[in-house]
């Protein structure tokens, strides 16, 4: 095989790499920032917040610049499109795009003469686009639950209880608030669905890895709930896309990418996914016994699933696994939010806050829990105004070091034991991983085994991932090649530690009930 393309549409640029997936290196990788390149948009981050209610909307037709921009910009840094064999992408979840029904006939059409932004400007029904970051449709969350018979039946059902930021809550929002806009709209597509649509010139299926994140699809059957889609809108069924496999290829590249860039016409085309169960592949732990956790602004949880398997406490979600099956993410706001705010409360640098506070305190601080939900967190749904001690007291600098980071890290043992994943390690990336100490306690408070990742963008890598295996490629060696671990990374949990945590954590559920 020659060379993949893989793409990624997050909410502050575009991004590309080109694989080689023989030799296992990364021959080139660009990327366009929105604010930055695209400043006419007036989208300084990639999205409008100034919408009443928590409404956040981007522009689809800024999105549709940037990809001519950066496909141009690659083509004339020397990029040999005519040697890529298959392309895929990633596309930030939950974002969704509304489309007249002249899509597919203006996307068989396109010219190579004229850019992609003018040619489609007239498809689009609505001409913004509500991203994973809009919290507006809390009373349509509401209104879906009680139609379907509540949030265990509406989790059961699609993975998720009905949550503000999903797809369907967003249509059900457009269809009370703009029905003539609605009932122009011909087809609604994600923004993985929507690309991949544009790479391969006629409007495709939308992935099971993405559809999941909708609230609308049915995680056994893998198709839409006709029950969910009823109580979102009326005639939904009729404007959504099908549900197709991840791996699905979806025809040679369009015309358009051919004569205006270079493009082989024997270029495969396969279905995009979102970031996250991209980024499962690109994090090589698309297969059961690896758990992922990122730790950022907000922590994430990210573990393929033997089985189908929803948590009927409602923490987490079950997305389609892009590769085969599905797979779990559980978010807690309260990552390096939480992190910062004691490093800064007692004048610490990162240095500081492993040499002289973490180092200097014992394992399981002497029986000293902390909730350290600084802000309001979403697992558990908690507002306690501020963290909470189990003990009144000051506690100083070492006690409080370690007790934000058990805290944090028992709050995720405590609220992924329902995936019931037989984990033989922990795959650790994000900022904070490369601080020795705070990967001590994780793998500490886990009892495993934990690996730093070395992957410059995991969503883009895979996407690239995704469209060579689609192809025939052997996932395991193409993990081998492009996901990897970090040279003397590797973290092993000390001994007596495991027998500590394992007694904390019962106090600590009792510790999070109380409240």
Same mark, same amino acid.
């Given at each position: 095989?020659?060379?993949?393309?893989? !793409?990624?549409?997050?909410?502050?640029?575009?991004?590309?790499?080109? @694989?080689? #997936?023989?030799?296992?290196?990364?021959?080139?990788?660009?990327?366009?920032?929105? $604010?930055?390149?695209? /400043?006419?948009?007036?989208?300084?981050?990639?999205?409008?917040?100034?919408?009443?209610?928590?409404?956040?909307?981007?522009?689809?037709?800024?999105?549709?610049?940037? !990809?001519?921009?950066?496909?141009?910009?690659?083509?004339?840094?020397?990029?040999?499109?005519?040697? %890529?064999?298959? *392309?895929?992408?990633? $596309?930030?979840?939950?974002?969704?795009?509304?489309?007249?029904?002249?899509?597919?006939?203006?996307? +068989?059409?396109? #010219?190579?003469?004229?850019?992609?932004?003018?040619?489609?400007?007239?498809?689009?029904?609505? =001409?913004?686009? /509500?991203?994973?970051?809009?919290?507006?449709?809390?009373?349509?969350?509401?209104?879906?639950?009680?139609?379907?018979?509540?949030?265990?039946?509406?989790?059961?059902?699609?993975?998720?209880?009905? %949550?503000?930021?999903?797809?369907?809550?967003?249509?059900?929002?457009?269809?009370?608030?703009?029905?003539?806009?609605?009932?122009?709209?011909?087809? %609604?597509?994600?923004?993985?669905?929507?690309?991949?649509?544009?790479?391969?010139?006629?409007? !495709?299926?939308?992935?099971?890895?993405?559809?999941?994140?909708?609230? @609308?699809?049915?995680?056994?059957?893998?198709?839409?709930?006709?029950?969910?889609?009823?109580?979102?809108?009326?005639?939904?069924?009729?404007? @959504?896309?099908?549900?197709? #496999?991840?791996?699905?290829?979806? $025809?040679?590249?369009?015309?358009?990418?051919?004569?205006?860039?270079?493009?082989?016409?024997?270029?495969?085309?396969?279905?995009?996914?979102?970031?996250? /169960?991209?980024?499962? *592949?690109?994090?090589?732990?698309?297969? /059961?016994?690896?758990?992922?956790?990122?730790?950022?602004?907000? =922590?994430?949880?990210?573990?393929?699933?033997?089985?189908?398997?929803?948590?009927?406490?409602?923490? &987490?979600?079950?997305?389609?696994?892009?590769?085969?099956?599905?797979?779990?993410?559980?978010?807690?706001?309260?990552?390096?939010?939480?992190?910062?705010?004691?490093?800064?409360?007692?004048?610490?640098?990162?240095?500081?806050?492993?040499?002289?506070?973490?180092?200097?305190?014992?394992?399981?601080? =002497?029986?000293?829990?902390?909730?350290?939900?600084?802000?309001?967190?979403?697992?558990?749904?908690?507002?306690?105004? $501020?963290?909470?001690?189990?003990?009144?007291?000051?506690?100083?600098?070492?006690?409080? *070091?370690?007790?934000?980071?058990?805290?944090?890290?028992?709050?995720?043992? *405590?609220? #992924?034991?329902?995936?019931?994943?037989?984990?033989?390690?922990?795959?650790?990336?994000?900022?904070?991983?490369?601080?020795?100490? %705070?990967?001590?306690?994780?793998?500490?408070?886990?009892?495993?085994?934990?690996?730093?990742?070395?992957?410059? &963008?995991?969503?883009?890598?895979? +996407?690239?991932?995704?469209?060579?295996?689609?192809?025939?490629?052997?996932?395991?060696?193409?993990?081998?090649?492009?996901?990897?671990?970090?040279?003397?990374?590797?973290?092993?949990?000390?001994?007596?530690?495991?027998?500590?945590?394992?007694?904390?954590?019962?106090?600590?559920? @009792?510790?999070?009930?109380?409240?």
């Amino acid at each position: 095989m020659s060379l993949i393309l893989g !793409l990624d549409l997050s909410t502050q640029s575009l991004s590309a790499v080109v @694989l080689d #997936s023989t030799k296992g290196v990364i021959v080139t990788s660009d990327s366009v920032n929105f $604010g930055e390149e695209l /400043p006419h948009y007036g989208q300084v981050h990639g999205f409008d917040d100034s919408g009443e209610g928590g409404e956040v909307h981007a522009n689809p037709l800024m999105w549709l610049e940037a !990809l001519d921009l950066l496909l141009e910009r690659m083509k004339e840094g020397g990029c040999s499109f005519s040697e %890529i064999s298959a *392309v895929s992408g990633s $596309g930030q979840q939950h974002g969704s795009v509304y489309l007249r029904k002249c899509f597919a006939q203006q996307l +068989a059409r396109l #010219s190579p003469r004229h850019d992609l932004k003018n040619q489609l400007a007239s498809c689009l029904a609505r =001409d913004s686009s /509500p991203i994973w970051m809009d919290s507006s449709t809390l009373a349509e969350c509401a209104e879906i639950t009680e139609a379907v018979g509540g949030s265990e039946q509406v989790c059961a059902k699609s993975g998720s209880i009905a %949550i503000e930021r999903f797809t369907g809550p967003q249509i059900r929002k457009f269809a009370k608030n703009e029905p003539e806009a609605y009932h122009q709209t011909g087809t %609604i597509h994600l923004v993985s669905s929507f690309f991949a649509s544009i790479m391969a010139g006629k409007s !495709l299926a939308i992935d099971h890895g993405d559809a999941a994140g909708m609230n @609308l699809m049915n995680l056994s059957t893998k198709d839409w709930d006709l029950e969910l889609v009823e109580a979102t809108a009326e005639q939904l069924m009729e404007k @959504l896309p099908p549900c197709a #496999s991840s791996a699905t290829q979806s $025809g040679p590249i369009s015309s358009y990418f051919v004569e205006k860039y270079g493009f082989s016409p024997t270029c495969e085309t396969v279905l995009w996914s979102g970031d996250n /169960p991209c980024s499962l *592949v690109g994090m090589g732990a698309a297969s /059961p016994g690896k758990l992922v956790i990122s730790l950022g602004t907000s =922590d994430t949880l990210f573990a393929a699933l033997p089985e189908l398997k929803t948590n009927p406490s409602a923490y &987490g979600h079950v997305f389609g696994n892009p590769i085969e099956g599905y797979m779990s993410l559980i978010c807690f706001k309260n990552g390096s939010l939480a992190r910062e705010a004691v490093k800064e409360q007692f004048g610490l640098s990162w240095s500081d806050f492993e040499s002289r506070a973490l180092s200097r305190s014992v394992i399981g601080n =002497d029986g000293l829990l902390m909730l350290p939900f600084y802000e309001p967190e979403i697992t558990p749904k908690l507002d306690l105004g $501020g963290a909470l001690f189990s003990e009144d007291g000051d506690h100083g600098a070492q006690r409080t *070091v370690r007790a934000v980071l058990e805290g944090q890290f028992l709050n995720m043992r *405590v609220h #992924s034991d329902w995936l019931g994943v037989d984990l033989k390690e922990i795959y650790l990336t994000g900022g904070a991983s490369e601080n020795d100490g %705070i990967a001590q306690v994780l793998a500490n408070v886990f009892g495993l085994p934990v690996e730093r990742l070395e992957v410059p &963008g995991s969503a883009v890598i895979g +996407a690239a991932l995704r469209a060579a295996h689609a192809l025939g490629e052997n996932l395991s060696d193409l993990e081998e090649k492009f996901c990897k671990t970090k040279a003397g990374g590797r973290i092993e949990p000390e001994n007596a530690a495991k027998a500590v945590y394992d007694r904390m954590v019962e106090p600590f559920r @009792l510790f999070l009930a109380e409240q």
